[in-house]
C-alpha cells in the first residue's frame, strides 16, 4: 500500500505564505538598512563627530556672537559644498574606480526609484533586479563615460567656443547614446544569463525609443553638463544625478498614467514596468508608458504625422543653441572661460 501525506487546507497554505512573505519582508529589509547606515555613516560620520564634539567640549574662548548654536548651524549649511568638494579631492585619486561607483550607486537608485512607484514593498521588492543595474552601472556607464567624457573635452572643445557644447550634446545624444544603451543592454543581458542574439535583437528594437526618450530631457541638462561651469570631475556626477530626476519624473508619469486609465476602465489589463534585462530604467519606464498609449490608438501613421511625431522629439536639440549661447555669455561674466 502507498501512503500518501494528506492535502495541506487553505489556512495551512495561506500561513505557510504568511511567512515567507514575513521572511522576505524582514531579509529586504535588513538588506537595505544595512545599506542605508553603511551610506549615511560614510557620507556624515565626520560631521556627526564633530557635532557630537561640540555638545560635550567646550568651544574655549568665543566671541558674544559665537554659540554652539551658531556654530552647529554653519557647519551643517557648509555640508553639500564639503561633501562636493571632497568627491572632486577623491576622484584624481583613481577617477575609474570612483566614476564607476557613482554610477553603479547611481543606477541602483533609479532601479529602486522605480519600484517604489510601482507600489512595491519589502515583501515583493526586487533587489537582485536592483543589484544587477547597479553592477551595469558599475561596470559599463562609470568606466565608459570617464573616457568618453575626457574624449570630449579633449577633440570636441574647439578652443572653449560656445557651439562646441552644442557638437559635444549631438555626439553624446546620437552615437553615443546607441552605442551607451547596446553596451548597457549586453551588460544586463550577460549578467541574466541571455544569449547574445536575443540581446542584439532588443538592441535593435529599442534604440530609436532610447533616443527619442533621451532627446525630452537630456539636451538642456547637458548644456550645463558640458559647458565649464561643471569641472571636468564632477561632470559624471551631474549626469548621474539628472539621471535619478529624470528616472523619478518617468516613473511619477507612468505611475499617474496606469491609475488614470484604470479609473477609466478597471478592467484595463495595465502594463506594469518589469525589467526586461536590456534597457536602462529611464527607457524602461518610458517604454511602458508608450505601450499603454498604444492601446488607444493602434492605427497606421501617415507620413506627416511621422514627421510631427520626429518633431515633436527633436525640438529640444534644435532649442537649446539659444540657451548654450546665453549660457556662455554668463560664464563669461562669472569669468569661467
Not at 567646550?58 to 564639503?82: N, S
Not at 583613481?94 to 507600489?119: E, H
Not at 505611475?255 to 486609465?261: C, F
Not at 484604470?262 to 525589467?275: A, F, G, Q, R, S
Amino acid at each position: 500500500m502507498h501512503s500518501s501525506s494528506p492535502k495541506k487546507t487553505a489556512a495551512e497554505l495561506q500561513l505557510e505564505r504568511t511567512k515567507r512573505i514575513d521572511s522576505i519582508v524582514w531579509i529586504n529589509g535588513a538588506i537595505l538598512g544595512s545599506i542605508f547606515l553603511s551610506i549615511v555613516y560614510q557620507l556624515f560620520h565626520v560631521q556627526v563627530e564633530a557635532l557630537v564634539a561640540l555638545w560635550t567640549y567646550g568651544l574655549g574662548e568665543m566671541t558674544e556672537d559665537m554659540t554652539k548654536v551658531g556654530v552647529a548651524i554653519d557647519l551643517l549649511a557648509r555640508l553639500p559644498l564639503d561633501l562636493i568638494h571632497s568627491y572632486e579631492a577623491l576622484v584624481p585619486n583613481n577617477p575609474i574606480f570612483y566614476k564607476a561607483c557613482t554610477s553603479g550607486v547611481a543606477y541602483a537608485l533609479g532601479d529602486f526609484v522605480s519600484q517604489i512607484y510601482q507600489g512595491r514593498t519589502l515583501s515583493d521588492f526586487d533587489l537582485p533586479r536592483s543589484f544587477r543595474s547597479g553592477a551595469a552601472g558599475f561596470i559599463g556607464h562609470g568606466p565608459l563615460c570617464h573616457h568618453w567624457l575626457n574624449f570630449m573635452e579633449t577633440h570636441l572643445d574647439f578652443n572653449g567656443a560656445w557651439w562646441a557644447t552644442g557638437i559635444k550634446v549631438m555626439a553624446d545624444l546620437t552615437i553615443w547614446a546607441v552605442f551607451l544603451n547596446a553596451a548597457y543592454s549586453f551588460i544586463i543581458g550577460a549578467l541574466a544569463m541571455r544569449h547574445p542574439q536575443q540581446v542584439w535583437e532588443d538592441v535593435k528594437t529599442t534604440s530609436w525609443p532610447a533616443l527619442r526618450s533621451a532627446w525630452r530631457f537630456w539636451p538642456f541638462v547637458h548644456t550645463i553638463s558640458f559647458s565649464h561651469a561643471v569641472p571636468l570631475d564632477l561632470k559624471l556626477l551631474w549626469v548621474d544625478a539628472m539621471e535619478v530626476v529624470w528616472v523619478t519624473i518617468l516613473s511619477k508619469v507612468a505611475n499617474e498614467d496606469k491609475n488614470a486609465k484604470l479609473k477609466e476602465d478597471p478592467n484595463l489589463i495595465t502594463v506594469d514596468v518589469k525589467e526586461s534585462r536590456n534597457v536602462s530604467p529611464p527607457l524602461e519606464i518610458e517604454l511602458a508608458v508608450a505601450n499603454e498609449l498604444q492601446r488607444k490608438d493602434l492605427e497606421p501613421k501617415h507620413a506627416f504625422q511621422l514627421s510631427q511625431s520626429v518633431l515633436s522629439s527633436t525640438w529640444p536639440l534644435l532649442a537649446m543653441w539659444p540657451v548654450l549661447y546665453a549660457g556662455y555669455q554668463l560664464e563669461h561674466l562669472l569669468g569661467l572661460v
